[in-house]
């Protein structure tokens, strides 16, 4: 299949687009939000296309995935053709809602024109999906090519734009943990986070964009993951921790509390039983190691690669076959 798609989250996609299909990729001049193409810090297969709005009209497309409502016009704009009309659209709702939750409707309630995909089953309870068609498919990460190793008495962060999303996404709990051990946080726009949060330089230190398979060697030295987010999806940096073999101390919110085994390190909504959990870990690299094994089991099991992809495959044959 042809898949038009824009590039909107950047590990997901890379999850995405390593299936059997060609996908189509937009590109503009200025590779805004609406033309980012190819992922420069993710390793994606030739198979992912870039393709300008201008070829797009004369490219055959058997399906698109949209991820924002404004993608409704802007594919029928440079398509030519109305998605869920003229061509199968699915739409992929990445977050939890935000406003009036849990009476929250989705900019995609009571439409008969395409299928409503949520990255987790606590997206779809939560969000008002109305009469649209939904369903639900779990995460799916590429293995990372590093283990953990744990040697650093340190804990690693992974959070886009700390400062911006504060308390969505536990940025105002991190002193607490950086009162234990040195603090690592990695992610997009966290330069100076730890002037923000009134911490010395020596206990929090902040990792811009760092590449993937960097950022994943990096995080396998540290002893712990800090999952602190408490109304964010399933990050998929989260998984991918698992996937290494980290022990994860983690909010017990959302969708974290099917994805986080308690053996795995910890799981709670109490801040004093994670800081204790973190204070153990520290102490303890063996006991490190027993939780991150078991983390790694739980990730692999339920956000294997193979899984996602398939899931994928079968969804998107049914609405392509659904349209003929």
């Known amino acids: 299949m042809n898949i038009l798609l824009w590039h909107v989250h950047g590990s997901w996609t890379t999850s995405f687009v390593h ?27 030739d198979s992912a296309v870039e393709v300008t709005p201008d070829e797009l009209r ?28 003229d061509v199968p659209a699915i ?7 935000k406003g009036d939750v849990p009476n929250t409707r989705h900019p995609m309630a009571d439409r008969d024109d395409l299928l409503l995909t949520h990255v987790t089953a606590f997206n779809e309870l939560f ?3 109305g009469g649209t068609r939904t369903t639900v498919v779990d995460h799916g990460v590429v293995p990372p090519n590093v283990e953990w190793t744990g040697e ?7 959070i886009n734009e700390p400062v911006r999303r504060w308390r969505v996404t536990g940025t105002d709990l991190l002193a607490r943990f950086a009162a234990l051990a040195p603090l690592d946080v990695y992610g997009m726009k966290v330069d100076g986070l730890a002037a923000h949060l009134g911490l010395p330089e020596d206990r929090l230190t902040s990792h811009d964009d ?20 408490r109304w964010t999806s399933l990050g998929l940096s989260l998984i991918e921790a698992m996937t290494l073999g980290m022990p994860v101390v983690a909010l017990a919110t959302t969708e974290a509390v099917e994805a986080v085994p308690p053996a795995a390190g910890a799981l709670s909504t109490r801040v004093d039983t994670l800081v204790d959990a973190a204070r153990g870990l520290l102490d303890d690299r063996e006991s490190a190691r027993r939780a991150g094994a078991v983390a790694r089991a739980a990730a692999r099991d339920r956000y294997g690669l193979e899984r996602f992809l398939a899931d994928w495959d079968r969804l998107l044959e049914e609405e392509v076959c659904a349209s003929r």
């Open 58 to 85: 004369d490219t055959d497309v058997d399906l698109v995935i949209l991820q924002r409502p404004e993608e409704l016009d802007l594919a029928a704009e440079w398509l030519g053709r109305r998605p869920g009309r």
């Open 210 to 229: 760092v590449p993937q398979h960097a950022m994943h060697a990096e995080l396998a030295k540290r002893r712990a993951y800090l999952h602190l987010c």
């Open 91 to 97: 739409y992929v709702e990445h977050n939890t809602p």
């Open 19 to 45: 299936g059997k299909h060609r996908y189509l990729v937009p590109v503009t001049p200025d590779r805004g939000p609406y033309g980012l193409g190819r992922a420069r810090t993710y390793p994606w297969p």
């Open 127 to 129: 969000w008002d999906n």
């Open 152 to 158: 650093l008495d340190r804990l690693a962060v992974v």
